[in-house]
């Protein structure tokens, strides 16, 4: 049960250091406190953090689409022990392809 990044090919080793500290979050109750102390530790502004972790996609390796495989993409490290929680999951272009079948035929 891990996670996989895809990072863009311009982000340095610091950069890609700063992505899995963001993803190492836990805690359910103080993520304001982490995006600061992220900012701090790294000294940046909270628009570059945003900035630069909106260039790294993270997936889950044990949460895939029943139709296709996909991996789950995560959002925001909240996402996480919601989406290992689903029975099932359907990514959005399947079921944008099935004209919502998918969805409906639940």
């Known amino acids: 049960m891990s996670m996989n990044f895809v990072f863009d090919l311009a982000l340095e080793v610091t950069e890609k250091?700063?992505?899995?500290?963001?993803?190492?979050?836990?805690?359910?109750s103080d993520?304001?406190?982490h995006l600061e102390l992220l900012c701090y530790d790294h000294n940046m502004e909270l628009d570059k953090l945003f900035a630069t972790l909106s260039?790294?996609?993270?997936?889950?390796?044990?949460?895939?689409?029943?139709y296709c495989g996909r991996p789950y993409q995560l959002d925001v490290p909240a996402d996480?022990?919601?989406?290992?929680k689903l029975?099932?999951?359907?990514?959005?272009?399947?079921?944008?392809f099935s004209g919502g079948q998918l969805?409906?035929?639940?």
């Open 55 to 66: 260039k790294c996609q993270v997936y889950l390796d044990d949460v895939h689409c029943e």
């Open 80 to 84: 996480i022990p919601y989406a290992r």
């Open 17 to 28: 250091r700063l992505c899995h500290e963001y993803w190492s979050y836990v805690s359910p």
């Open 103 to 106: 969805v409906l035929g639940r």
């Open 87 to 96: 029975n099932s999951w359907f990514c959005d272009g399947c079921i944008s």
């Open 31 to 33: 993520y304001i406190a």
